[in-house]
């Protein structure tokens, strides 16, 4: 499926992945080549431009969040647009409903329909299908042979010419069916017979959803008719048939999300089981080959986090207020290992003088010591620090497993911190830097140690 978009995207992405760092000539590079695979893949040439400008944009002016490189960064970025360009998921619900299936000839209409049957049957619920295709000759046979192979029962009138007739007697008759299938006649365009047969079907069945079924070998055109449909009959979701086997599935996939109309499955060979419920995020991290982009992502996340964490502590200490869980907070981040030392380098009265590796240690393993004397505070202690007097620094000192001038120590040093702050509020230029860090989210924690 896609399998030419795939590759290309998956060259590019070992290119960033190899380029030893990401500056401007890299990102125009990708880009260009992104622009070329999604052309090829019969993607919209305005979209294909779209994207395209976004991910040199977003790469040349957002930041990485602190602790992930340009690259991953970059790559984020192209994950991010690609699964952008094919719309929103569709949750399938596991309730009982009436679908109604609609399309054009040949589609993929009765095959889809059995396949939907499939999908609800495996998860336990009870489906009957029911054949509204009185155009076709052998129509009510063809959908009777398939719930034969799935063992689902197929409400039909053979020899019955008119829809509407069979679909009010289905709705008598499958009462007891959770899920209950409608497969419809097609015709070679959207005719206004059609359309009128449509909405009779539609107001006779009261269908939960309406669900377009689209060949993906129309590749853009998809776009046009779900447009189309929807403004004649008003649908709910979109199936693209035959991705398997078409280089246009991309231009079909992205058409289609462009009306807003979502794609619900797609169908990926003629076997009943060639069909799954579509989801861009995970469409794109196989297109693009990469397992573990899930975990790139999260970990984004969870840095993103941090950095909220950090300058969290920035705008209380600038504020003045700065308690023991303040410095909790930015020795937790300070326990990480390295994440001390890049501190350090990162401070100009540092760079400029010789940094001493011991004193990068001692301050390593000074800040794990405290760390457990603040395990064993209570909240209160952490909060307002001024009440950590005799009896509660014993009890400290016993619960930590340390000596009471331990403890004394640390108090002594989040007094020097503290007073340090209200000497850098006074401090006007240093404070305009800090504020001018904390907006461009690259935050040195300066002077602090
Ligand atoms: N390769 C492939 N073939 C498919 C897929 N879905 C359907 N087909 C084939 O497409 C052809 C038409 O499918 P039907 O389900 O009969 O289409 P239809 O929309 O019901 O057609 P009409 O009832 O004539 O309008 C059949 O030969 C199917 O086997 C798919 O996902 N992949
Ligand atoms: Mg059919």
């Given at each position: 499926m896609l399998d030419s978009l795939g590759a290309s995207l998956r060259d590019t992405i070992r290119k960033i992945t190899k380029a030893g760092y990401v500056d401007k000539a890299l990102i125009k590079e990708v880009v260009r080549d992104?622009?070329?695979?999604l052309l090829k893949g019969d993607v919209d040439v305005h979209l294909a431009l779209k994207l395209s400008k976004n991910v040199e944009r977003r790469a040349l002016e957002e930041k990485p969040p602190s602790g992930m490189s340009y690259r991953d960064f970059l790559i984020k970025i192209i994950y991010e647009e690609l699964i952008a360009i094919l719309g929103?998921?569709?949750e399938i619900r596991l309730k009982p409903q009436k679908i109604m299936l609609v399309g054009l000839y040949g589609q993929g209409k009765t095959t889809t329909a059995g396949k939907?049957?499939?999908?609800?049957?495996?998860?336990?619920l009870s489906v009957v299908m029911v054949a509204c295709d009185v155009h076709r000759p052998a129509a009510y046979d063809q959908l009777k042979q398939i719930g034969e192979k799935l063992n689902i029962p197929v409400f039909g009138i053979p020899g019955e010419r008119d829809a509407r007739k069979?679909?009010?007697?289905?709705?008598?008759?499958?009462?007891?069916?959770?899920?209950?299938?409608?497969?419809?006649s097609g015709r070679h365009a959207l005719e206004d017979d059609l359309i009128q047969e449509m909405e009779d079907l539609k107001k006779i069945i009261e269908p939960d959803e309406i669900f377009l079924v689209l060949d993906a070998t129309i590749g853009q055109q998809a776009g046009k008719q779900a447009k189309a449909f929807h403004d004649a009959v008003g649908i709910t979701g979109v199936i693209i048939t035959k991705m398997d086997g078409s280089a246009k599935g991309g231009g079909a996939l992205s058409a289609v999300a462009t009306t807003g109309a979502p794609v619900?499955?797609?169908g990926t060979g003629e076997h009943l089981e060639d069909f799954e419920h579509f989801n861009p995020t995970r469409f794109i991290s196989r297109l693009l080959g990469m397992?573990?982009?899930?975990?790139?992502?999260?970990?984004?996340?969870?840095?993103?986090?941090?950095?909220?964490?950090?300058?969290?502590?920035?705008?209380?200490?600038?504020?003045?207020?700065?308690?023991?869980?303040?410095m909790y907070d930015i020795w937790e981040q300070m326990a990480k290992p390295g994440i001390l030392q890049k501190l350090l380098y990162s401070l100009p009265f540092y760079r400029m003088g010789e940094?001493?590796?011991?004193?990068?240690?001692?301050?390593?393993?000074?800040?794990?010591?405290?760390?457990?004397?603040?395990?064993s505070m209570t909240y209160e202690e952490l909060e307002n620090p001024e009440i950590i007097k005799g009896s509660r620094i014993r009890r400290i000192a016993i619960g930590s497993g340390k000596d009471e001038q331990e403890v004394r120590n640390l108090l002594k040093e989040y007094h020097k911190m503290k007073r340090m702050m209200k000497e850098m509020r006074g401090n006007r230029k240093l404070m305009r830097a800090l504020r001018r860090q904390l907006k461009g989210g690259n935050i040195d924690l300066q002077g602090l140690i």
């Open positions: 992104i622009q070329r695979a929103k998921e569709k939907l049957a499939k999908y609800f049957h495996d998860k336990g069979i679909a009010k007697e289905a709705i008598k008759k499958t009462r007891d069916y959770q899920i209950k299938i409608f497969d419809t619900v499955f797609i397992g573990d982009l899930e975990t790139l992502l999260e970990t984004a996340k969870k840095l993103e986090i941090e950095e909220e964490k950090t300058s969290k502590v920035m705008e209380r200490m600038m504020s003045g207020k700065f308690n023991l869980k303040d940094i001493d590796k011991n004193l990068v240690e001692e301050s390593e393993e000074k800040i794990r010591r405290y760390r457990v004397i603040l395990d």
